[in-house]
């Protein structure tokens, strides 16, 4: 999934998105609350990771102006500001939970789990088409009780398609799910990985269809042996 953190305390923001990369995902930076607030009009996010005390434009104000455009997009706040009013505030505001620094990294990445599994699946914990389960938030993936041996970005890959089931995803919707700004995926990258994907597929009863001149479809398909068109 891809993820905006911004923060502007360049040793706690090191961490995080460390943590959160090793996890599987996409993660783009900021440290400037008006660079967060243009990310959020430019790109799509499946996570907001907020510190208030942002420079430039206040995280509490990026916070309003995010909901004022009517997106639900979770956020998870981390801040120093630990008075009881000011998380009534930020939560009145439209955030989805709060934690105070200092934070244990193996909370934090709790939280985040708990926000992404409650966006992408509505509060289910593992996602199914077929034969095929996907436990999103822990990266994994059976065919019925048979663990699929996948990739970061094979998984990355298969989750942004999982997510959108019932629709067309694009070739731009995919690299952007796959990449964050630092990173590039070619358009021969992004093939060898749908190809590798549909490879391990096989006899999961679901498939990658290609849809000329649109993008890529997961879908169930009877008797699914080799590599739809």
Same mark, same amino acid.
């Given at each position: ?16 998105? /460390?943590?959160? *990369? ?48 009517? @997106? ?6 981390? @801040? ?14 439209? /955030? ?14 709790? *939280? ?33 009780? +048979? ?21 067309? @995803? ?15 995926? +070619? ?5 060898? /990985? ?11 009863? +679901?498939?990658? *269809? @290609? ?19």
């Amino acid at each position: 999934m891809r993820i905006l953190l911004a923060e502007d305390d360049s040793d706690i923001a090191e961490g995080i998105c /460390a943590s959160l *990369r090793h996890g599987g995902h996409a993660i783009d930076h900021v440290s400037r609350g008006n660079l967060a607030d243009a990310a959020l009009h430019d790109h799509e996010y499946d996570l907001l990771i907020l510190d208030l005390g942002l420079p430039a434009l206040d995280g509490s104000e990026v916070l309003r102006r995010l909901r004022k455009r009517g @997106t639900s997009l979770p956020v998870l706040v981390v @801040t120093a500001r630990d008075g009881l009013a000011e998380r009534v505030r930020v939560l009145d505001l439209g /955030a989805d939970d709060y934690l105070v620094k200092p934070f244990a990294l193996a909370e934090f990445e709790a *939280r985040v789990r708990a926000l992404l599994r409650r966006a992408s699946s509505q509060g289910k914990p593992e996602l199914q088409l077929g034969r095929l389960r996907l436990d999103l938030p822990g990266h994994r993936a059976w065919i019925e009780q +048979t663990p699929l041996e996948l990739t970061a970005r094979e998984f990355g890959l298969l989750e942004a398609l999982a997510l959108r089931a019932d629709r067309v @995803t694009s070739r731009a919707q995919l690299v952007a799910a796959l990449c964050d700004w630092d990173q590039e995926l +070619t358009d021969n990258g992004l093939d060898i /990985a749908i190809h590798r994907l549909r490879r391990k597929l096989r006899g999961s009863g +679901t498939g990658v *269809r @290609t849809i000329r001149g649109l993008g890529y479809l997961l879908e169930e398909m009877d008797g699914f042996g080799g590599d739809p068109a």
